[in-house]
């Protein structure tokens, strides 16, 4: 476990003795593709880190359609929001691929760990993250699908050209063919070429 810690960039601030006692209350588990790792409303009682894998952050809706607001892959913090502010979580979160998390005591981590200033800026650095991917995914529900799409090509244009139409598509909360038509929209209007070439200054135009 010492080992493990020691090789993420997430806790290299923090000396030998600050590793020793982090192992101490942690549990590394592993979780299969399509697991939940927490519900909508349980208690933040740990800090989760995902060691390998991937997992989506996603609210349910009353008719069972699901909203994703990020996607997380390794190595990074999990909600890590929640377990500060001492909240429980406001949404469900699942793996996307088979799994490694790291579940850290919180209450003792935060006595502790917190306390060490440098490992607190880059907590807080995390947060701050956070935020913004939180504050971009709820910006978007006020725009139109052309507009979302415009949108995330021109935040995450590496994203849309490794992923297929159907990743973006779910990313973006849409069916594959609503991606589909508002990509045409971009080509018909000459703001998108093809995956390789784009013209950012007409995306802007959208959003």
């Excluded at 691929?97 to 800026?121: A, C, T």
């Excluded at 038509?181 to 998108?192: N, T």
Aim: negative net charge.
């Amino acid at each position: 476990m010492n080992q493990t810690l020691r090789e993420l960039e997430l806790f290299q601030e923090l000396n030998d003795k600050e590793v020793q006692y982090l192992a101490s209350i942690s549990v590394l588990r592993s979780y299969d593709k399509d697991s939940i790792v927490f519900y909508n409303g349980e208690e933040s009682l740990y800090l989760h880190v995902l060691i390998e894998g991937s997992v989506k952050i996603y609210k349910s809706t009353q008719k069972n359609n699901e909203i994703t607001l990020k996607k997380i892959t390794h190595p990074s913090l999990i909600a890590e929001l929640s377990n500060f502010k001492h909240i429980r979580y406001p949404s469900n979160c699942a793996t996307l691929s088979d799994s490694k998390i790291l579940l850290v005591d919180y209450q003792k981590f935060e006595e502790i760990i917190l306390q060490n200033s440098s490992y607190l800026r880059r907590f807080m650095d995390s947060m701050t993250e956070s935020l913004v991917d939180l504050n971009r995914v709820v910006g978007t529900f006020t725009l139109d699908a052309t507009a979302k799409v415009a949108k995330y090509i021109f935040e995450s244009e590496e994203d849309f050209k490794k992923n297929t139409f159907i990743q973006s598509a779910t990313l973006l909360n849409m069916t594959p063919e609503t991606f589909s038509r508002s990509i045409k929209k971009l080509k018909d209007e000459g703001a998108l070429f093809d995956k390789e070439t784009v013209d950012k200054e007409k995306l802007k135009h959208y959003f």
